[in-house]
């Protein structure tokens, strides 16, 4: 019980905290009275899409989001259908993680608006994304996520963690830019060794993975936080992810059968940090020096993340194993 209030009181915002408690109400009620009272709380909770991943359980493998993080969940719905999901920290006004299916495609990047998350704002609002108005933004999404102005002249780009590229359908591509997937990424990681990197387990996957592929894609904050304006959105000294490809090409080449079912990548995005995580091969064209991604097993990958995180994070059901 105790622990129960704890863990209440540490997640982050008023309106996850009021469906925590109905949920737990609703508990007590199932315990103790009859359908009708459930029901009817059900409906009223069910409602908002953040704090819940029940939606869009789908894009995890095995339907088991990451253990080990807590934030905002949101079912990333566009134009009334889910396309992914993403943990979102409120704090630090970035996404902890993004996951979704991969889907093969070579089709282009969307023009299409950049666009906020509702429910942040206000807990009862439709769930779908909404493109940024062109004029001034409401005060309540100014307070509660990231929005086009923080990224404007910060010397950052806007970085996918679900990448428009690992989609096939437009409007899955188009769900993408919703700067609630979207972190500060310099822009030779952002168009240099990591887009190299998603085109490369573009490939990969396309080649070798017979059916589903769920990836993760997250961050690695700096241990003491660096901001965009002032203290507006949280740049990120890592990405990180992993992809989980359960049913796979046995035929693969020699040097890919330690990257199935599951591999995974921490990329740097900061020149200045130190080696230890990912060394920099000095031998890079000057522009992208310095952020280098380093392949990597899962368990290495949470390895790190337990040692930066403070926290035993695991990205997939069983570590992708059957
Ligand atoms: C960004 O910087 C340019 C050039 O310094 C300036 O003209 C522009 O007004 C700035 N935009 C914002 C939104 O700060
Ligand atoms: C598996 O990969 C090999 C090449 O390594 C390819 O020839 C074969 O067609 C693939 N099989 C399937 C079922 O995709
Ligand atoms: C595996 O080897 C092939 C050539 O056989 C090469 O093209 C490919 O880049 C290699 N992949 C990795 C991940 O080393
Ligand atoms: C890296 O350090 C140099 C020199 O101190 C500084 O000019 C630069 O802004 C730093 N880069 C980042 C991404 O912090």
Redesign the pocket.
């Given at each position: 019980m105790m622990s129960a209030i704890s863990r209440l009181l540490a997640s982050s915002s008023w309106s996850v905290l009021l469906q925590k408690s109905l949920h737990f109400l609703l508990n007590m009620l199932r315990f103790h009275t009859g359908a009708a009272v459930l029901a009817l709380t059900a409906a009223w909770v069910c409602q908002a899409d953040v704090g819940d991943f029940t939606p869009c359980e789908r894009f995890f493998y095995n339907a088991w989001p990451p253990k080990g993080l807590v934030g905002a969940a949101i079912c990333q719905r566009y134009l009334n259908k889910y396309h992914f999901a993403s943990l979102y920290d409120r704090h630090r006004r970035t996404p902890s993680y993004s996951a979704y299916l991969f889907s093969p495609a070579d089709t282009k990047r969307p023009h299409t608006h950049w666009k906020y998350e509702p429910q942040l704002a206000y807990a009862k609002a439709d769930g779908n994304m909404i493109p940024f108005p062109p004029g001034p933004v409401d005060q309540n999404v100014v307070q509660s996520q990231a929005i086009e102005l923080d990224y404007i002249n910060s010397s950052y780009t806007r970085g996918h963690l679900s990448p428009s590229l690992h989609h096939s359908d437009d409007i899955d591509k188009c769900a993408t830019f919703t700067l609630t997937n979207v972190v500060p990424q310099k822009g030779p990681s952002n168009d240099g060794p990591w887009a190299a990197f998603e085109k490369d387990i573009k490939n990969r996957l396309t080649?070798?993975c017979?059916k589903e592929a769920y990836i993760v894609t997250g961050v690695i904050p700096y241990q003491k936080d660096r901001w965009i304006k002032g203290d507006r959105v949280a740049i990120p000294e890592y990405l990180w992810s992993a992809y989980c490809c359960p049913s796979y090409?046995t035929?693969?080449?020699a040097n890919l059968t330690q990257a199935f079912p599951t591999y995974a990548a921490i990329g740097r995005n900061d020149p200045n940090s130190t080696e230890e995580i990912v060394p920099v091969d000095k031998t890079r064209p000057k522009k992208y020096l310095g952020y280098d991604v380093r392949l990597m097993s899962l368990k290495t990958l949470e390895m790190y993340l337990q040692d930066r995180l403070g926290t035993v994070f695991s990205v997939f059901y069983n570590g992708c194993s059957t």
């Open positions: 080649s070798y017979a090409n035929s693969i080449p």
